[in-house]
């Protein structure tokens, strides 16, 4: 059974971009819930006993729909919350050696980064996750749909950061604007988070 972790930060640690509202609704109520479902429909299974990533990996192989977008909405949402609530003179990913070396190998320096990341996540039709990974030394932005992450389809990459473009993640704060929210986002990235993926 999975038990809905608590935030690493208050509720009101990253306001202002990020609201205290939204994120009651977001992890008590949306992220409870696919915890919630999950363990539902695991319960007396064979699934019951796995590790997420295993449940994930399982669930997609067997087309047990319901079982991976409930898992996969767990572990996407985990990650999500641990990447935000930076301190404060954390504001640029390339104060992390392991950092700078992959975004200099992979563009054309941090702004371009922020650019295409920024672009990929506005760009990710409907509701979705948009993942950056590192695989063979570099970064790679992938848009997945649902629940989708990188888990299923990327068994050597390696998880850096996700940002949630679900309505749910940003519609308080800023209805339609999905740019804004990313843009913002991507200004409060905990990078010491981020960095320490990469062991
Ligand atoms: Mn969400």
Redesign the pocket.
Known sequence: MFTLPELPYTKTALEPFLSQETLTY?HDK?FNAYVEKLNSLIAGTEYEKLPLAEIIRKSAAEGSKGIFNNAGQVYN?DFYFKCFGRQADDTCPLKHAKLKELIEASFAGSDDFRTKATDAAVGNFGSGWTWLVEENGKIEILNYSNADNPLRDRPNAVPLLCI?V?E??YYIDYRNDRKKYVTELLANVNWAFVASQLG
């Open positions: 977001h949306h949402h949630d679900w749910h993640a």
